[in-house]
């Protein structure tokens, strides 16, 4: 019978400690006082021999006329700076995670690499979180990628510092909902690793929120129940408001346009100038007919989110809703000049002005959506042959 060893693949040695070392030092093509003591320290420390360390040098040295230096981008440090053993102590952690969480001899090297570069506590915290930062980086472009197994590994190489949550949590969130390998356990997998006896005291309210949105692909009152737990833990406006744009966004595609209002209400008490919420709001006010209520919404925000195309389309909409449509061509014209990207409102001003027998300003701005969506396009060029003779 085969023994099993959970130590992983790939673990850096102090060989690949010393090339780490030596590409730094390689990076400014000097070797100054400082960087001398540096490497005799780090010989003693890790009891390097003279032929070994020769022989490393020389193959850095291969490797970076290869792919080049990582350290290539730094600044010109001094070895005794505290940006310089930042700089390091970064690089050195963030390799070792690359191949999943840092295993007992890893840590010993860290513990030596500390002692070498005399790094203070704080300097080393910073190290530590830039190279997790760059880690929670890395795993949300392997999740785009469709790389999985690399973004599990990455993402469950540590545990998250709270400065990190909300990077970190959202990239997990993506892992979690768009791998395969899940299947339709996604929410309950999500909850067992991260919620499970996951923290001492009150869970953070990123893992309760990304957890509930998780659950909402399946159930969304549950969703809703999860969202109002995380609400109790949310600790900033934004936090709250983000909450309940949630409840409010799945009740939306839902087709529950009251409830949503209701929340998005909710939403906007916390932050206030956020045009998303206000963009959505106008949309379930259009939902539910109240056109009245929307154009006194209109009023008390068009100041604020005037230059928003998306916002002005939507005040368009509500002023053709009631029969105001010089107002709601204005409007549309407006959004076109903000956001000139925006097909939404290239169509509905043509519509408009079909509707109006403006056949000289339809087509002037259907030229304009031709190259935005061509099968948009070539629909109503058929209309406004149709309607407009």
């Not at 191949?99 to 500390?114: A, F, P, T, W, Y």
């Not at 029969?323 to 903000?338: D, R």
Request: hydrophobic fraction near 40%; include cysteine.
């Amino acid at each position: 019978m085969q023994s099993v060893s959970d130590k992983k693949k790939n673990d850096i040695d102090k060989v690949e400690l010393l090339k780490i070392l030596f590409k730094k030092l390689l990076s400014d093509n000097k070797i100054d006082s400082a960087e001398r003591t540096l490497f005799g320290e780090f010989k003693a420390v890790f009891d390097i021999g003279d032929r070994l360390y020769s022989g490393v040098l020389a193959e850095t040295i291969e490797e970076i006329k290869k792919s080049g230096n990582i350290f290539s981008g730094d600044a010109s440090l001094e070895a005794d700076s505290r940006e310089y053993k930042i700089a390091v102590y970064r690089e050195v952690y963030y390799r070792m995670l690359l191949n999943g969480r840092v295993s007992e001899g890893e840590n010993d090297l860290l513990k030596g690499l500390g002692r070498v570069l005399k790094i203070g506590e704080e300097a080393e915290g910073e190290a530590v979180l830039a190279a997790e930062a760059r880690i929670i980086s890395d795993a949300s472009k392997e999740v785009d990628e469709k790389n999985y197994a690399q973004a599990r590994t990455l993402l469950f190489s540590f545990s998250p510092d709270k400065k990190h949550y909300s990077g970190y949590f959202r990239a997990a969130y993506k892992l979690f909902k768009d791998c395969p390998d899940f299947g339709g356990r996604a929410a309950e997998e999500f909850h067992d690793r991260f919620l499970k006896n996951a923290f001492k005291g009150q869970t953070p309210w990123e893992a309760l929120y990304y957890y509930a949105r998780l659950e909402g692909l399946r159930d969304v009152e549950r969703s809703e129940k999860l969202l109002l737990e995380a609400f109790e833990a949310a600790d900033s406006a934004e936090k709250k408001h983000l909450t309940y744009f949630q409840m409010a966004m799945a009740n939306q595609v839902s087709l529950k346009f009251e409830r949503a209002l209701e929340y998005y209400m909710e939403a906007e008490k916390h932050l206030d100038n956020d045009c998303d919420t206000a963009v959505n709001i106008l949309s379930c006010f259009i939902s539910v007919k109240k056109f009245e209520l929307a154009e006194s919404y209109v009023a008390k925000k068009y100041d604020k989110f005037s230059g928003d195309a998306r916002f002005l389309n939507n005040c368009a909409i509500v002023y053709s809703k009631l029969k105001n449509v010089q107002k709601a061509a204005e409007l549309l014209k407006k959004a076109i000049t903000s956001g000139p990207r925006f097909v939404d409102a290239h169509v509905n001003l043509i519509n408009l002005l079909i509707g109006l027998k403006e056949k000289p300003q339809a087509l002037e701005y259907l030229k304009k959506l031709e190259p935005l969506d061509k099968a948009l396009y070539d629909s109503l060029v058929l209309k406004i042959n149709k309607t407009l003779k």
